[in-house]
């Protein structure tokens, strides 16, 4: 790494700009149902304005993968900051759902730079369990930025003011890492071959990579299906939606604290699993509870997508590391794809069970309850099709090191 590297002053401004991908995620969750009155749209068209937001980021993140040994994170940093500014102005200003979708799709833009040039910077800066540390003490700051900004939008929606004045909260961690990142030396690739792209495709094909690909389709889907709607689907269940969108993001930022610890205690194959255990019975917690125990059930939802995506990071990082930035980002994006997909798609399962149990009779709170229950129901889909898979991860894994302990 070069000498004049100032590591932690480009960690903490990692760490801002992920702040600001996690204000954005927050508070446009938080003034949802504002946008939805507001403009008149429905559940399937906020899901397609959610979408942009999940569109842009792997978009960003591949790009920046395949760019990135070429201009550096540097440049990257700086498209982040001028797509961010340009989103939060542009939904500030907007008129109608062609405005709102645009200016999201900046906003998911800048976020995918963020992770695009993050994500490799800190695994070239740090190496082993310590990297890990640092991987999952950086993704600490998406929930923990969750849990500031989804207060904030709380406390500025009980105040009655607008939505918009919401959305300029966004600006300040923008306007920070803009600062930290101004002028600073950048750290090398630390493995050789990492920076060449014929080397990157050829660690892809790896039955590892390929297998990690796939699966954080669904791990994606899994943290953020519940929580970027959670205002709408929660809003009738005696709990207040926010503060249960802060207590599952809070302890999904100090889960992430500990997280060198405890993938050094249970390997990240068992953390896999054991996340992907505590995600189902989270959802299904969520889809049959009401009143003080949709707190309870975002304790366990919280436990079970704490480690999710630093913990595939990571595992590319270490196991795939001939990938390189590319690889990290690849994975990353089929994340965000995948969530992009599925955001229209939970919108018109709301819809529907709507419909459906409007037309059994139900009307009111008992109508948005049972609908919002129903579709989260659906969800528990993602994480059981998740144990499998890891459970077959974690042997794979463990079959691998015997093999390797027998030939040594």
């Known amino acids: 790494m070069n000498q004049n590297v100032n ?27 504002q946008l939805g009155d507001q403009f008149g749209l429905s559940a399937e068209q906020l899901g397609f304005i959610n979408s942009m937001w999940f569109y842009g980021f792997p978009i960003a993140m591949i790009i920046g993968g395949l760019v990135y040994h070429t201009v550096g994170p540097r440049i990257i940093m700086m498209v ?29 833009i800048g976020n995918g730079c963020t992770e695009a040039a993050c994500n490799p910077m800190i695994a070239d800066s740090y190496s082993g369990l310590k990297m890990n540390k640092m991987l999952s003490r950086f993704h600490m700051w998406f929930p923990g930025g969750i849990v500031v900004g989804s207060l ?34 950048f750290p090398k690739a630390k493995v050789e071959g990492a920076t060449s792209l014929s ?18 389709a669904l791990t994606a889907i899994s943290e953020f299906g519940p929580q970027q709607w959670t205002a709408i689907i ?39 699993l ?21 707190y309870v059930a975002a304790i366990f939802f ?12 990571g595992f590319i990082a270490e196991k795939v590391p001939l990938s390189g930035a590319l690889g990290l980002s690849l994975v990353g994006g089929m994340g965000m794809f995948s969530t992009a997909i599925f955001q229209p798609i939970i919108g018109s399962w709301i819809d529907e069970n709507r419909a459906t ?52």
Not at 261 to 270: D, K, N, R, S
Request: proline share 3%; glycine share 10%.
């Open 80 to 108: 982040a900051f001028i797509m961010h500014t340009a989103g939060i102005l542009l939904t500030i200003y907007a008129t109608g759902y062609v405005g709102l979708l645009v200016s999201t799709l900046c906003i998911g």
């Open 152 to 185: 904030i939008s709380l406390a500025m929606t009980k105040m009655n003011l607008d939505w918009q004045a919401q959305i300029w909260i966004i600006m300040f961690p923008t306007l920070i890492y803009a600062f930290l990142f101004w002028g600073q030396a």
């Open 302 to 313: 919280a436990l079970g997508v704490c480690y999710f995506w630093p913990t595939m990071l």
């Open 234 to 272: 929660l809003s009738k269940s005696g709990a207040e939606p926010l503060l249960i969108l802060a207590l599952v993001t809070g302890l999904m930022a100090v889960g992430r604290f500990f997280g060198g610890p405890v993938i050094g205690q249970f390997g990240q194959t068992g953390v896999l």
């Open 7 to 33: 590591a932690d002053r480009l960690f903490l401004g990692s760490c801002f700009a992920l702040i600001t991908t996690a204000f954005s995620f927050a508070i446009r969750a938080g003034i949802l149902p």
């Open 199 to 216: 080397e990157n495709l050829r660690g892809m094909v790896n039955p590892l990579f390929i297998f990690i690909f796939l699966c954080m």
């Open 357 to 408: 149990l409007a037309a059994q009779g139900l009307s009111g709170d008992a109508l948005e309850l049972q609908a919002g229950q129903a579709t989260l129901l659906n969800m528990t889909t993602f994480p059981i099709i998740l144990i499998v898979a890891f459970t077959i991860l974690f042997f794979w894994m463990r079959s691998r090191k015997a093999s390797k302990a027998a030939i040594a």
């Open 274 to 294: 054991g996340s992907a255990v505590f995600t189902t019975i989270g959802i299904y917690l969520f889809s049959s509870q009401t009143g003080a125990m949709a």
